[in-house]
């Protein structure tokens, strides 16, 4: 898939996210245009790995919806399967600052970031369901040698406002 695409399928996705019950892993597999299977360990996880993008990126997508809560994770693999948190110069695929000004546009308000050793968090909130419930967007972040912050995952989850 294009990177672009992959991008604009993720903010729709994260748009589309209204109320309790539209987070679900058919609906994710049908906005980013993949599929997801069950896994074989007998819990309700649905993934799809190996994903390739260009610049020998790769992704992969996964659903986890244990009855408690439900979680959307897109993970970005760096070339040559590279950690991009014990590398000192890690490429960047999707720059944080950039992904943070899409998801306000489409009503997300974002807060600042925080150390997660190894790694920065940046979280993204907004009010569905009448305020009931609040749709998160969370960015797992990693540093580049010139300050930059990158995405490593996207998680998407349903919380309490």
Same mark, same amino acid.
């Given at each position: 898939?294009?990177?672009?695409?992959?991008?604009?399928?993720?903010?729709?996705?994260?748009? #589309?996210?209204?109320?309790?019950?539209?987070?679900?892993?058919?609906s994710l !597999?049908?906005?980013?245009?993949?599929?997801?299977? *069950?896994?074989t360990d007998?819990?309700?996880?649905?993934?799809?790995?190996?994903?390739?993008?260009?610049?020998?990126?790769?992704?992969?997508?996964?659903?986890?919806?244990?009855?408690?809560?439900?979680? !959307?994770?897109?993970?970005?693999?760096? &070339?040559?399967?590279?950690? &991009?948190? #014990? /590398?000192?110069?890690? &490429?960047?695929? @999707?720059?944080?600052?950039?992904? /943070?000004?899409?998801?306000?546009?489409?009503?997300?308000?974002?807060?600042?970031d925080y150390?997660?050793?190894?790694?920065?968090?940046?979280?993204? #909130?907004?009010?569905?369901?009448? #305020?009931?419930?609040?749709?998160?967007?969370?960015?797992? *972040?990693?540093?580049?040698?010139?300050?930059? @912050?990158?995405?490593?995952?996207?998680?998407?989850?349903?919380?309490?406002?």
């Amino acid at each position: 898939m294009d990177f672009e695409k992959l991008q604009s399928s993720i903010i729709s996705f994260a748009e #589309s996210f209204k109320r309790p019950g539209d987070l679900t892993g058919e609906s994710l !597999a049908k906005s980013l245009g993949i599929p997801l299977t *069950l896994s074989t360990d007998g819990s309700n996880v649905l993934a799809s790995g190996g994903l390739r993008l260009a610049n020998s990126f790769s992704y992969e997508v996964i659903f986890d919806d244990n009855f408690k809560s439900k979680e !959307a994770r897109i993970s970005f693999c760096m &070339p040559g399967g590279v950690d &991009p948190f #014990s /590398t000192p110069s890690p &490429p960047c695929l @999707l720059k944080a600052d950039e992904f /943070t000004k899409k998801l306000e546009a489409v009503g997300y308000d974002s807060n600042e970031d925080y150390y997660w050793d190894p790694s920065w968090l940046r979280q993204h #909130s907004r009010p569905i369901h009448n #305020s009931e419930k609040v749709a998160i967007v969370t960015l797992r *972040l990693y540093k580049q040698a010139n300050g930059d @912050l990158c995405v490593n995952s996207i998680e998407i989850e349903e919380g309490d406002p």
